[in-house]
């Protein structure tokens, strides 16, 4: 009997070759380590756009008349925007109708607050009444007021521009990265050869930050990038402000007409000495996206964002509006959806309303922007609790965490994970890979070799669009070539022959990789032979490519099945699990439900009776669509403001995977 795989030392693991499609996707449309028609009902008009209106006003008959702008009284951008909206309106019939009253009588709508030095009380004045009937332009041009302006800019990429998450594209950030999905981002620097940065505006988080210079002061958390954030040694902290005194202004670096940035000490800097009244006339960033040279480019061809111009006070409502008790689990929708509306791309937005990216963009801002969960979502990567499982299983109590789990941890307290040992993924109805790693959800796990440094394990229920042919090329009868992992073990045979046959293990065909009854494993030539003389079948065997890994070194295998992230199958239960992932074929558009379902069942065969939840299917609840009566925003069964089931979600998660990395057809879901 050959003796079990070992390993030698984590270098001995490599990146696996294996592709399964010749399909390449890229998860990194952003982030580089060098560096519904929602109109505001209020108005405000700075003077200086107060002056710009009433010129406008003048020469409003002749159409031809140039518009000149005093330098020092705008944005040049507010230029520009006019002449766009100039030649939008010589190009297209149609036509959008503003009126707006105030409580004033004067005929003069402008409303003028020279003790706001931010701008920001004014933006929710009383006294200020909009009625606006819009219809979308052609030209890419909505004004909400004559004083707010926005228009798609193509791709022109400088530093006050915005960058809105693109829709269109096959494969979007609902697997991966889903804090980009609709993401509205301001660019605070960018050079085409060097690298461009930025933050984004629509991620506000409850969680607060102290304030180690101002005594009984705390700053509201905005996750501005996944570049270095709050879980990083050195955070980069951005804090965006309209202040107008001299010293703030000396401070900061302006990015545009009234928007500046600075940094978190100068802030903290600027409340002690009185010029910002306190952490509120802030808006404070934690993190960057980044690009590098050329990167953005690239991707604006491939339509993976849409570039916008838009003016200051349009974004600095916007940023207002979501400080005053905007729910973090909305995760900033509304605002990418007004910008997409403005720049004439409404009917874009409302196409995708609601869709599988926005909920798991949801799920992604429920687990890191809301106070209290931490990133409970995709527990599995990102371990929340440290120590034994017993302080695990203390810390749990009373928690958020799934009851499943909590069964599972306790449980696993008497087992031990070794080679040979079948394990399936939690059956918490809040699967801990909803958001990463999404094809560990309700897998089927075989640990095949583990040493004091890592445990190896592969996956055997995710077959590929191709087969390996033990009968010779063209052959009908060809094995699924079944994915197992992202790696691949230095000097072992690419691919993992395995079965579970009773008349194999008399024939001495393999050998046991938990030195009991189980699953063998057998080397490709020995198993080639077998079938070539009859003595095999090829649906005797399972033929793996490619294998997951769990490193000793801060954290294990045996933790996440301590933690109820796994549980253990139990031995009388493997053989009839391997029979039915037997009866899966080749993937194919055509079988892709099939081969799911097949999955499905020997995941569900796989549970173990001593548990005290017998079923893993739930159980039927009632739904609400919105906020409204019985809706619980407490349920987090519940993806927020909808009414899809978190479990639901995740298996859909998982089918966008397969459907996306293996098939290599992610709008087949």
């Not at 900033?332 to 409302?350: K, P, S, V, Y």
């Not at 939690?426 to 999404?438: C, G, H, I, T, V």
């Amino acid at each position: 009997m050959a003796a079990p795989l070992t390993l030698t030392s984590p270098l001995t693991i490599l990146l696996a070759s294996f592709y399964c499609t010749s399909c390449a996707f890229s998860f990194s449309p952003s982030s580089v380590p060098i560096a519904s028609n929602n109109n505001s009902n209020n108005l405000y008009r700075s003077r200086s756009e107060a002056t710009l209106l009433r010129a406008a006003s003048d020469d409003n008959d002749n159409e031809d008349d140039e518009v000149i702008l005093s330098e020092s009284e705008d944005d040049w951008r507010t230029f520009r925007a006019k002449l766009v909206m100039g030649e939008s309106s010589s190009s297209s019939s149609t036509t959008t109708a503003t009126t707006t009253t105030t409580t004033d009588s004067s005929t003069d709508n402008t409303i003028i607050d020279d003790s706001d030095l931010d701008g920001i009380g004014a933006l929710f004045s009383s006294e200020t009444v909009q009625s606006t009937t819009t219809s979308s332009l052609s030209s890419g041009f909505t004004p909400l007021d004559p004083s707010q302006w926005a228009y798609d800019s193509g791709k022109v990429i400088e530093q006050g521009a915005v960058i809105l998450g693109g829709v269109e594209q096959d494969f979007g950030f609902g697997l991966r990265q889903q804090y980009f999905h609709k993401a509205v981002i301001l660019v605070l620097d960018h050079d085409e050869n060097t690298f461009t940065k930025g933050i984004i505006l629509n991620r506000p988080s409850d969680r607060m930050m102290e304030d180690d210079v101002n005594d009984g002061l705390e700053w509201r958390v905005w996750f501005g990038g996944d570049v270095q954030g709050l879980d990083s040694i050195l955070p980069d902290i951005v804090c965006l402000h309209s202040l107008k005194s001299e010293e703030a202004k000396e401070a900061s670096n302006q990015v545009m007409k009234d928007i500046q940035w600075t940094s978190f000490e100068n802030a903290k800097k600027l409340v002690k000495k009185g010029i910002a009244s306190g952490p509120e006339d802030f808006w404070l960033f934690a993190g960057y996206a980044g690009w590098g040279p050329k990167q953005l480019s690239g991707e604006l061809e491939r339509r993976s964002w849409y570039m916008c111009a838009t003016d200051s006070q349009t974004l600095l409502k916007e940023l207002a509006r979501q400080s005053s008790g905007v729910d973090p689990r909305d995760a900033g929708l509304d605002t990418w959806e007004l910008l997409m509306n403005m720049i004439g791309r409404g009917e874009t937005a409302n196409e995708c309303s609601g869709n599988f990216d926005d909920l798991m963009l949801k799920e992604w801002g429920r687990g890191n922007l809301l106070e209290g969960y931490g990133g409970d979502v995709g527990v599995a990567r990102n371990p929340l609790w440290g120590g034994s499982a017993g302080s695990f299983l203390e810390k749990m109590d009373g928690s958020s965490v799934d009851e499943k789990m909590k069964e599972a941890a306790e449980m696993a307290l008497t087992e031990d994970v070794k080679a040979g040992t079948l394990l399936r993924g939690s059956s918490a109805d809040r699967s801990p890979f909803l958001l990463q790693k999404q094809e560990l959800h309700r897998s089927l796990l075989l640990v095949i070799a583990e040493d004091d440094k890592a445990t190896v394990a592969c996956m055997l229920n995710h077959p590929a669009t191709k087969g390996c042919d033990p009968y010779g090329k063209g052959s009908t009868s060809s094995l699924p070539l079944r994915y197992g992992g992202d790696f691949a073990l230095k000097g072992q045979s690419p691919l993992i022959w395995l079965h579970c046959s009773e008349k194999l293990r008399i024939a001495g065909l393999g050998s046991s990789l938990s030195g009991q009854k189980g699953v063998y494993k057998c080397e490709q030539d020995k198993a080639l032979e077998a079938i070539a003389i009859g003595q095999a079948e090829n649906s005797d065997f399972l033929v793996i490519s490619g294998v997951c890994v769990w490193p000793k070194l801060g954290g294990s295998l045996a933790n996440e099945v301590k933690r109820g992230v796994f549980e253990v199958v139990p031995n009388e239960k493997v053989e009839q699990v391997i029979e039915t992932l037997q009866t899966q074929t080749i993937l194919t558009k055509d079988n892709f439900a099939k081969n799911i379902q097949i999955s499905q069942d020997a995941w569900e065969k796989a549970v173990d009776p001593r548990r005290k939840t017998t079923s893993d299917k739930g159980t039927d609840v009632v739904l609400t669509t919105g906020i409204g009566e019985g809706f619980d925003e407490d349920d987090d069964t519940i993806v927020f403001n909808s009414d899809k089931k978190v479990s639901e979600l995740a298996d859909d998660a998982l089918q966008k995977w397969i459907a996306t990395f293996l098939l290599g057809a992610p709008t087949l879901t």
